[in-house]
């Protein structure tokens, strides 16, 4: 069972819905894709009964924009319950409190923001939305002198995306301050099967500019990184599924890994990476999660390295740089953004005026090409920008 919705449906997604014939619940997302695609939409009742009377429901929506349906139509599950534990970042940090008891957060109110004394919080320390998405909105404190400057960043960064998504996915009343966690930050798509076992289906290596740098800009995944992290991964995965009672439930996770140390960042349940970017998963290992899942299917990994030895595969998310007005795009210079890669596997062009992303990008490189990635990864993106 699939729930579509903004802001974006990508081609390999609809491509499974027409083969497989999923049920797709009928709202303005499936409707607007169904005039174009054969897809199996509907009713929402009918959904909703077919979801009530499954043994082992399986549902999965490409947005956080359905968190506010599930809860509303399918409040006689366990479902809305085990969203909000995983979804705000304060209710799972209290949830993972007696594994990680020296673990520092606090909850703070966004209209107290600026009477916060940092004065008296350990540094570094991070804070963003308790139900936040997508980086935003999410920043690092090394001092009390940099303070000012992130409190007015933080506040017109409220203010731009306001009304871009539903308060289930992001809501900025309410801030989380939390420990620095230090180590390497990776992502990973998952499901839990119908015993609760989880079922890893790509682990993503989150690469940053600096030590300041909270963007999403690009991550990349690779034997090396799987192989290096599956079996650490799986084994905290099974505790917090056991813990949290998780089964037949798809989910997106964050951790830090420093030195062997694992430390959870946050948990997102019923989807995969955000927007369009599960599918890096596709072009680097020919799985398609969502498929996956529905079908419980499970990656043979050995078989699957077999035939991409030396091979890394970066996902980047370029966005229109914070300095230009979006008013003042005309357009992007798309070809000249595609000479920075020598593989490139797909772009995906988007509606920069909404979000500010102009491209997903997916591609693929050698491991020992380190150069292009870096390259990448630094780009001034000002070049592309036409205004």
Known sequence: MIILEKPYVSGILVEMLERLQVPVLRNSMGEEIAREHDIRLMDEDTFINLFRDSEKPLLYSNSEDAIGWMENKLSFSSLPGMIEL???????????????PDFFFASIDYETLPGLDTSTLKKPFIIKPAIGFFSLGVYRVDSDDEWPEVLANIQRDVERVRGMYPREVLDTRRFIIEELIDGDEYAVD????????????????????????????????SQEVIERCHDIFEGRLRKFGELAGLKNVPMHVEYRLDDGKLVPIEANPMRFAA????????????????EYFLEGKKPDWKEIFSTREGKVYPLNVALVPEDIDIEDVKDIDYEGFASNYGSLLEMRKMDFRKYRVFAFTFSETDENNREEIDRILRADLHPYVVT
């Open 275 to 290: 927007w369009c970017t599960t599918d890096i998963g596709y072009h680097a290992w020919g799985i398609n999660t969502v």
């Open 190 to 221: 998952l499901y839990y099967d119908s015993e609760g076992n989880p079922v890893i289906l790509n682990i993503l290596y989150h690469i940053f500019k600096s030590d300041a740098d909270m963007s999403d800009r690009t991550y990349v995944t």
């Open 86 to 100: 995983c979804k705000d970042k304060v209710s799972y940090r209290k949830l993972l409190q007696d594994e990680y």
